[in-house]
């Protein structure tokens, strides 16, 4: 019995020192770890364009600086003749077993927006957020206008920022994305491209002149 109650009782110190000193390969991958600029396709046509993005934050305003991997997408899209945004935002709670072995557990926000550096959002012009088919995913669409001036900054500066809640907490989480990080090297080395924004404009270009 003492040796099961002293077993108990080191792997609980073992456990508070992990979380008291969060694991050096998921401290390197911290921020953007890749975005790229995909074309959206239905039946063989040209009907959107988005960053396509991979990250990992440390969440502050409710588990304590524990590490989120979040995933998901910035788009522009054609809807049945008009124009609309959309924001996918996948999150996944990471922990570490005493192995060192990363388990991944889904944790859908229930609202998510972007925000501009004026700390403008366009949560205004939301006009519809369900959940994804991706376990931990929200799926929301955005009237065009107020995001419009967002993606115009990130076109230029190649940032933006994501914010979005967990289990339907007031407080948010802003999650800064580097869009030019086309990789992260297992180092923390990020590779950067221009080509990422490059392409995403002249996707833009190709909808609009199409939809024209």
Do not use: H
């Not at 401290?27 to 600029?37: D, E, H, K, P, R």
């Not at 588990?63 to 979040?70: E, N, T």
């Not at 910035?74 to 922990?95: C, P, Q, R, Y």
């Amino acid at each position: 019995m003492k040796a099961l109650v002293l077993g108990i009782a080191v792997a609980s110190i073992a456990m508070a020192a992990r979380a008291d000193q969060p694991d050096p390969a998921l401290v390197a991958m911290l921020g953007t770890i890749q975005v790229s600029s995909q074309p959206y396709m239905v039946e063989g046509k040209l009907s959107g364009c988005q960053y396509v993005y991979a990250a990992l934050v440390q969440d502050w305003v409710y588990r304590k600086g524990q590490f989120l991997k979040v995933d998901g997408s910035i788009a522009f899209m054609d809807m049945g003749g008009s124009f609309g945004t959309t924001l996918k935002v996948v999150v996944n709670e990471v922990t570490v077993s005493l192995d060192g072995t990363f388990k991944f557990t889904p944790a859908p926000p229930s609202r998510a927006y972007l925000i501009g550096s004026d700390y403008s959002t366009n949560l205004d012009g939301l006009v519809q957020a369900t959940p994804s088919d991706t376990p931990g995913a929200l799926f929301s669409i955005f009237r065009p206008e107020s995001t419009l001036n967002i993606l115009k900054e990130a076109a230029e500066t190649n940032k933006t920022m994501v914010a979005f809640n967990r289990a339907s907490g007031g407080s948010d989480i802003l999650m800064p994305l580097e869009l030019d990080v086309s990789d992260t090297l297992p180092n923390g080395q990020k590779v950067r491209s221009s080509e990422t924004g490059l392409n995403f404009a002249k996707c833009i270009q190709a909808l609009l002149k199409d939809k024209g």
